[in-house]
């Protein structure tokens, strides 16, 4: 049985809010138990118009093959001080991929931490602690000052950081230019463990 697309866009946009992450077509197709792309497709292409006719602080954002409902960047600085900020392991290993290679494109994170990025990302972006702008067909991101406040850091520049994440990996730049943070065991992308708050002797985050 055909479902009109105005119901079928309302669904979407349920599916999409109570979900909190990025989904797929093929994801939201098995949710609503809809096995038509197209109608699927022409729903989110639906949706896309109506929040970017709309004044609203939401927005329905297409990420690699996914989408998600988001906070417009202009509106991610008001829900801060409400987002919850406790990071999981996988999040805090994107943010200091992230925060050790920035700018880094997210295909490239994709590389480092597969399909799961675009969920990391998304969470990153909505508590403030990176953003992206949009390049090319992808997303360059960067910590954001909020980053340096959280982490008690004495600076907010990428390569003030990129030092710090250095000394807690343990490792020395090589001659040739900043190590790459990778297990050399599984060949997988290593992300340093970052503390919350600044060290005893740190002065204040210079921002």
């Known amino acids: 049985m055909a479902v009109k697309v105005d119901e079928l866009a309302l669904r979407v946009e349920a599916v999409l809010f109570a979900a909190g992450h990025p989904l797929s077509v093929h994801e939201l197709g098995e949710t609503l138990r809809v096995s038509d792309p197209p109608a699927l497709q022409e729903a989110l292409r639906a949706l896309q118009k109506t929040y970017g006719a709309r004044q609203t602080a939401l927005e329905l954002a297409h990420v690699g093959d996914r989408y998600t409902l988001q906070l417009r960047e202009p509106f991610l600085e008001v829900a801060r001080p409400v987002t919850p900020t406790e990071l999981a392991p996988r999040t805090l290993k994107a943010l200091t991929l992230i925060a050790y290679h920035q700018p880094l494109l997210q295909s490239q994170l994709v590389k480092m931490l597969g399909e799961c990025t675009y969920e990391e990302v998304g969470r990153l972006r909505s508590t403030g602690l990176i953003r992206a702008e949009p390049k090319g067909s992808t997303l360059e991101l960067e910590t954001t000052r909020a980053f340096a406040e959280y982490f008690g850091l004495a600076s907010t520049r990428p390569e ?38 600044p060290p005893a002797d740190a002065p204040p985050a210079q921002l």
């Open 160 to 197: 003030e950081i990129r030092r710090i994440l250095e000394q807690k990996l343990g490792v020395s730049p090589a001659a040739s230019g900043a190590p790459s943070p990778v297990d050399p065991a599984s060949g997988a992308s290593r992300a340093p463990e970052l503390s919350v708050g």
